[in-house]
């Protein structure tokens, strides 16, 4: 099916910068939407910020204005650009994409996947 591979995690001080990548592969015919959700300890994952292949973006509330999400469907990736970070941005942030793919001869139409997930902290 379709393989979301994500990078760009790691540890940033209150205020920095980092920027999540995800690269989706697989034999794709096609993706909507792709985005990022993320889940802190104790918490349930949420929405951070999702991209449309027609360039349509939404964000949660608590992160707009201070992430970017851009997308480039030639190479089937979507960036997270994350500036003014708070110590309540750390979480687990995991890639996610609406996509039909083709796998042993099957066609799987608008399906969901997600990548395995990628740790963000913030912390002095």
């Known amino acids: 099916q379709v393989q979301l591979v994500e990078a760009g995690g790691g540890l940033v001080q209150p205020g920095g910068s980092l920027r999540l990548s995800c690269s989706a592969s697989?034999?794709?015919?096609?993706?909507?939407?792709m985005g990022w959700y993320r889940q802190a300890p104790g918490k349930q994952r949420e929405l951070v910020a999702t991209i449309t292949s027609g360039g349509s973006t939404n964000y949660a509330a608590s992160v707009k204005g201070r992430f970017t999400i851009s997308r480039d469907n030639e190479k089937n990736t979507v960036y997270l650009q994350m500036n003014s970070l708070k110590p309540e941005d750390a979480a687990v942030y995991y890639c996610?994409?609406?996509?039909?793919?083709?796998?042993?001869?099957?066609?799987?139409?608008?399906?969901?996947?997600w990548g395995q997930g990628t740790q963000v902290t913030v912390s002095s």
């Open positions: 996610y994409s609406q996509a039909t793919a083709v796998e042993h001869e099957v066609l799987y139409r608008d399906s969901d996947y």
């Open positions: 697989g034999v794709i015919l096609g993706i909507n939407s």
